[in-house]
Antibody
Framework: QITLKESGPTLVKPTQTLTLTCTFSGFSLSTSGVGVGWIRQPPGKALEWLALIYWNDDKRYSPSLKSRLTITKDTSKNQVVLTMTNMDPVDTATYYC?????????????WGQGTLVTVSS | QSVLTQPPSVSGAPGQRVTISCTGTSSNIGAGYDVHWYQQLPGTAPKLLIYGNTHRPSGVPDRFSGSASDTSASLAITGLQAEDEATYYCQSYDSSLSEVFGGGTKLTVL
């Protein structure tokens, strides 16, 4: 079955760079049409889409955060890495990675459990 | 605020039918992009409930249904059960913003 799990620091200081890793199993990110995305959720707030990487290395970013985000994949390790620069307390959130393989567009059928990242000095 | 507008809350008694709306614009739902729905129980990751406007993933009860028309979409839940109490999110693509989520709707089962 498909599983995903996020890992990374739980606490980062303002201005630091956050690096999160999504380690997955049950699918290959070299399969046509497959993507892995990152979505975050500040405490008590709504979901916010961040980035997506496709099987063919096509990358998409939230326009409002594009300058701060980088998404990469390591197909051999079954991992996707998201980096976010210049972290701020408003970036405190639970960060999820999720698998997408929808016929039309992007929809996330499998999600990781999420990892809470707190930005504080 | 979110590009896709959802009511903050809805409620219904057990057994009743409720609908949750997701209102977009001509650059997302109105442009023909698919709408997907997620259910998020407290303290858990979202779960895909409806994809491609109307399709249910395997294992999702047929009490849940989706529709889309013009610039809006709806999620309907019939035979409301206590376990349906959760927050529901719509998601689509916006031609200027890429993937977008609605602000979420908290469903209370009375």
């Amino acid at each position: 079955q498909i599983t995903l799990k996020e890992s990374g620091p739980t606490l980062v200081k303002p201005t630091q760079t956050l690096t999160l890793t999504c380690t997955f199993s049950g699918f290959s990110l070299s399969t046509s049409g497959v993507g892995v995305g990152w979505i975050r959720q500040p405490p008590g707030k709504a979901l916010e889409w961040l980035a997506l990487i496709y099987w063919n290395d096509d990358k998409r970013y939230s326009p409002s955060l594009k300058s701060r985000l980088t998404i990469t994949k390591d197909t051999s390790k079954n991992q996707v890495v998201l980096t976010m620069t210049n972290m701020d307390p408003v970036d405190t959130a639970t960060y999820y990675c999720a698998h997408s393989h929808c016929t039309n567009g992007v929809c996330y059928g499998y999600w990781g459990q999420g990892t809470l990242v707190t930005v504080s000095s | 605020q979110s590009v896709l507008t959802q009511p903050p809350s809805v409620s219904g008694a057990p057994g009743q039918r409720v609908t949750i709306s997701c209102t977009g614009t001509s650059s997302n739902i109105g442009a023909g992009y698919d709408v997907h729905w997620y259910q998020q129980l407290p303290g858990t990751a979202p779960k895909l409930l409806i994809y491609g406007n109307t399709h249910r993933p395997s294992g999702v009860p047929d009490r849940f249904s989706g529709s889309a028309s013009d610039t809006s979409a709806s999620l309907a839940i019939t035979g409301l059960q206590a376990e349906d109490e959760a927050t529901y999110y719509c998601q689509s693509y916006d031609s200027s913003l890429s993937e977008v989520f609605g602000g979420g709707t908290k469903l209370t089962v009375l």
